[in-house]
């Protein structure tokens, strides 16, 4: 009876190797991922040269920026750095899956601009009087842009094949888009008033009919 030869250290590491780097999957990603995040990098872009502060934000627009992608460098780097807690099993299914992921949610995202039009914008900016979106996703939640929000970057930590990368931007993400969306609803409270709040009184804020 024969044994089959344990793998050394490097060789069992190279093996639990995040397949976002590798190829040709890598490739599959992170194209994946740049068409998700493409609209909103240019929304960013066309705003750049304003330079007004809108009290409504709070700030909150750096907050998440600042949050997302330092969870997003830690989650690639924590992928690398801790092998032993690889996502082994169906890890190839696991990496579609977040590549699935990722894909809806820059597709949710898209539409989430297209109902909005104007009034889609990087930081929170209300007036009174101004309608409130009642169609596509938001006839069933208040903020869906912050569930695609979710959705990619759960996506990364699947695809990344990792369950510290996992937890660290399902978890975080989950909390940095309550947060903002708590300040967005103070906003839009203020400025809108009784209307906001019935709408809010029969709308869920991120999932339909759960949350």
Do not use: K
């Amino acid at each position: 009876m024969t044994r089959e030869p344990r793998l050394t250290r490097p060789v069992e590491e190279a093996r639990l190797r995040p397949l976002v780097f590798t190829w040709p999957l890598g490739i599959v990603y992170w194209i994946a991922c740049a068409w998700s995040l493409r609209a909103e990098l240019q929304l960013d872009y066309r705003t750049t040269g304003a330079t007004q502060r809108d009290p409504q934000d709070e700030g909150s627009r750096f907050v998440v920026v600042g949050v997302v992608l330092t969870l997003a460098a830690l989650a690639v780097a924590a992928s690398l750095a801790v092998p032993r807690l690889a996502i082994a099993d169906l890890r190839l299914g696991v990496f579609w899956a977040g590549t699935a992921l990722t894909i809806a949610g820059g597709l949710l995202r898209r539409h989430c601009m297209r109902m909005l039009g104007p009034l889609f914008t990087p930081r929170i900016q209300v007036t009174p009087g101004q309608p409130i979106v009642q169609r596509g996703a938001y006839r069933w939640v208040r903020h869906p842009s912050y569930t695609a929000g979710f959705l990619t970057y759960t996506g990364l930590g699947l695809a990344l094949g990792n369950w510290a990368s996992l937890i660290l931007l399902a978890g975080g993400t989950a909390l940095i888009y309550v947060y903002r969306a708590a300040v967005e609803e103070r906003a839009l409270l203020g400025a809108l008033g009784r209307e906001y709040a019935e709408y809010r009184a029969r709308t869920r804020r991120f999932v339909p009919f759960l949350f």
